[in-house]
């Protein structure tokens, strides 16, 4: 596969590459990485949200800012 930049992004990209000691193409694998561990670990959230709001386990808006002011004050 390959990907186009700009090249303004493909400058920025060879300079982050640099700063990290690494090459662009390394830097791209590290942060598709990342991104798709990020995007899985949202995935599970969102349905581990959804799957208590079924069960009825959930807050109203009125006591998440209840525990919101109370947090805030401490």
């Keep these: ?29 590290q942060v598709m990485s990342r991104y798709f561990d990020e995007e899985s670990r949202f995935v599970d959230a969102v349905q581990r949200g959804e799957e208590a709001f079924e069960r009825g386990e959930y807050l109203t808006q009125e006591q998440v800012c209840q525990r919101l002011e109370r947090f805030l004050r401490h």
């Design 1 to 29: 596969m390959e990907v186009h930049f700009t090249p303004e992004k493909e400058a920025k990209l060879t300079q982050s590459a640099a700063r990290k000691g690494s090459n662009p193409d390394e830097l791209v694998r």
